[in-house]
């Protein structure tokens, strides 16, 4: 298992930007897919993006389709979502799992067991 660590939330203004960033320690992190997904107030956990091990494939959700970019440092340890154009709907709590090795393999999982905690972002208008 690894240990997840999210950072980089905050308080943004519509239209802007903001990188979260996923750490990881402990096990074997860039031989894991990981995935970030967001938990709004009132709603269900969302997908939101995910990458393969090596970093050479994606996927993402529709909501974020064209203004997120997932991207990984297998050297650093760490995944990033750069996200941008943000909308109040995007306010939630952003969490990041590894699970897999594919993205296939996290998008929809119901059995990942590494999770980290979760940083908050929040889109003003």
């Known amino acids: 298992q690894v240990q997840l660590v999210e950072s980089g939330g905050g308080l943004v203004q519509v239209g802007g930007s903001l990188t979260l960033s996923c750490a990881a320690s402990g096990g074997t992190f860039s031989s894991y897919a990981v995935g970030w997904f967001r938990r709004a107030p009132g709603k269900d956990r969302e997908f939101v993006a995910a990458?393969?091990?090596?970093?050479?494939?994606?996927y993402y959700s529709d909501s974020g389709k064209g203004r997120f970019t997932i991207s990984r440092d297998n050297a650093k340890r760490t995944v990033y979502l750069q996200m941008n154009s943000l909308k109040p709907e995007d306010t939630a709590v952003y969490l990041c799992?590894?699970?897999?090795?594919?993205?296939?393999?996290?998008?929809?999982?119901?059995?990942?067991?590494?999770w980290g905690q979760g940083t908050r972002v929040t889109v003003s208008s």
């Open positions: 990458i393969n091990w090596a970093g050479t494939s994606t």
């Open positions: 799992a590894a699970h897999g090795q594919a993205t296939t393999d996290i998008v929809g999982a119901m059995n990942i067991e590494n």
